[in-house]
């Protein structure tokens, strides 16, 4: 069992986490607009419109910034080194997310990654990255 921190669904974020507990990224689409959204909200962000659906997603995505943590405090210590990621969805939202490699500094700005889903401690599983 991991003592990492897990999230803890709320009425915004249920739907996602319901949804990355069968294995699948979903995030939200405005039904004014059509922009994919995320993070989990309750307006659009580019019309305001409050009509935003939940829809399933490619997982594809690209490398859009990148940095190799080599010091962290507990319970981190035990994944170095491991790469945090700013990742572009096919489908146009921004995740933050770790990318799963056993050589994170060969990771680069413009790498093609898909998601994985991964349990950590009690709570849903969450959406990594690794390369493709």
Not at 55 to 76: D, E, I, L, N, Y
Not at 103 to 111: Q, R, S, V
Request: proline share 11%.
């Amino acid at each position: 069992m991991s003592n990492k921190p897990v999230p803890v669904p709320d009425s915004e974020t249920t739907p996602f986490w319901e949804a990355a507990a069968q294995g699948v990224l979903k995030v939200q689409r405005c039904t004014g607009c059509g922009e994919h959204v995320f993070y989990p909200r309750v307006v659009c962000p580019s019309c305001l419109s409050d009509d935003l659906q939940w829809v399933s997603v490619s997982g594809r995505a690209t490398v859009h910034a990148v940095t190799v943590v080599h010091r962290a405090a507990a319970p981190f210590k035990e994944d170095l080194p491991y790469a945090v990621a700013l990742v572009d969805l096919a489908e146009g939202p921004r995740m933050m997310t770790q990318i799963l490699t056993d050589a994170p500094e060969k990771l680069a700005i413009g790498d093609a990654v898909e998601v994985e889903f991964r349990r950590q401690g009690e709570g849903p599983p969450l959406p990594f990255f690794r390369p493709v």
